[in-house]
């Protein structure tokens, strides 16, 4: 297999962007060693591997390190060819796909963010607005990608499933925690029901971090945040 060798994925079990990553791994049947990382005390490994943006994650593939989650799944996707393509054949299809990654990265993940770090209920309230409007157009994005079939890439997980996908556990995190809907049925009935098929999915279910370990770093974060806040009055 061409993409053979050694391979280590560091991450965090919470980080969305490494969820993404173990993912497509997972997809192209590609095994590695994963190394946990502590974002809070930041290893060598990672300071040395990532030195630009200090963050996870990063794939190491024979030694040398691959940074960003969507550029790292699109070398998986080249490197691990044998398989099915994550991202779809056509130039056109790739261009689309990758245009609605960047904007979950660009626009969803902020939101989100952005509802988690809110300190009050009306902030929250809010920020649940603004991520709303976020999800609304990748409703019709669902559309156009998969075609009327079951996933973005059409009748299995591909690139664009995987990019959103990762997401989705910190919406339930969300949910639990303040009781909030990000993908809502009333709203985007094709996402959500996108959304509970793509959870049951094995690449899903090999990825999924425990609510408590998504609960527990939330209230570290938010810590930091209210800390950080106090700090700058
Ligand atoms: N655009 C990056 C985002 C990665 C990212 O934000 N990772 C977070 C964890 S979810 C991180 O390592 N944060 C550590 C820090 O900001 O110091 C990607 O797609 O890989």
Known sequence: MAGEGDVKLLGTVV?????R???ALHLKGVSYEYLEQDLFDKGELLLDSNPVHKKVPVLIHVGRPICESLAIVEYVDEVWADGASLLPAD?????VARFWAAYIDDKLFPAWIGILRAATEEDR???????LAVVGPLEDALAQCSGGKDYFAGDS???LDIALGCNLFWFEALHEMFGVTVIDAGRTPRLAA???????????????????SMVDYAGKLRSMWAAAAAAAK
């Open 91 to 95: 130039p056109y299809g790739r261009a």
């Open 15 to 19: 980080s969305p962007f490494a969820i």
């Open 157 to 159: 997980v591909g690139y």
């Open 21 to 23: 990553v173990r993912m």
């Open 194 to 212: 996108w959304a509970e098929r793509f959870v049951e999915t094995e690449a899903a279910k090999k990825a999924a971090p425990l609510m408590k």
């Open 125 to 131: 309230a809010e920020k649940l607005d603004a991520a």
